[in-house]
Nanobody
C-alpha cells in the first residue's frame, strides 16, 4: 500500500520560510518523478515543483528562486524548502509520486497560511 505523509505546513508571515516534508512508503521514489502541488480555495490544483528520478528539477514560474525541491532516496522522503513566502503561496500543499502518466499517488495535504 502506497502512503504519502506530508508535514511542515503552518502559519507564517509574509517573507518567512517553511520546509515541507513528505515521507513515502510502499513505493521507491528513486524510480519515479515526485513533486509538490498546491490547491488554493476556489482554484485548481497546480504543480509547484517536480524532481525526476534523475534529479532534474522543474518549478512553476511563480516560485522560481524562492522554493527548492529536494529528495533523500535513502529516506524515501521529498522536501520543499519555501523562502520569501507571499500571501499568494497560501494553499494546501500535496506531495505526489507520478507512477504513470495517468496514475499519481497523493498525500493528504498540509496547509500553508501566509498572513501577517
Amino acid at each position: 500500500q502506497v502512503q504519502l505523509v506530508e508535514s511542515g505546513g503552518g502559519l507564517v508571515q509574509p517573507g518567512g520560510s517553511l520546509r515541507l516534508s513528505c515521507v513515502v512508503s510502499g513505493i521507491t521514489i528513486s524510480w519515479y518523478t515526485v513533486g509538490w502541488y498546491r490547491q488554493a480555495p476556489g482554484k485548481q490544483r497546480e504543480v509547484v515543483a517536480t524532481i525526476t528520478y534523475g534529479g532534474t528539477m522543474n518549478y512553476v514560474d511563480s516560485v522560481k528562486g524562492r522554493f527548492t525541491i529536494s529528495k533523500d532516496n535513502a529516506k524515501n522522503t521529498v522536501y520543499l524548502q519555501m523562502n520569501s513566502l507571499k500571501p499568494d503561496d497560501a494553499a494546501v500543499y500535496y506531495c505526489g509520486v507520478v507512477r504513470t502518466p495517468t496514475l499519481t499517488y497523493w498525500g493528504q495535504g498540509t496547509q500553508v497560511t501566509v498572513s501577517s
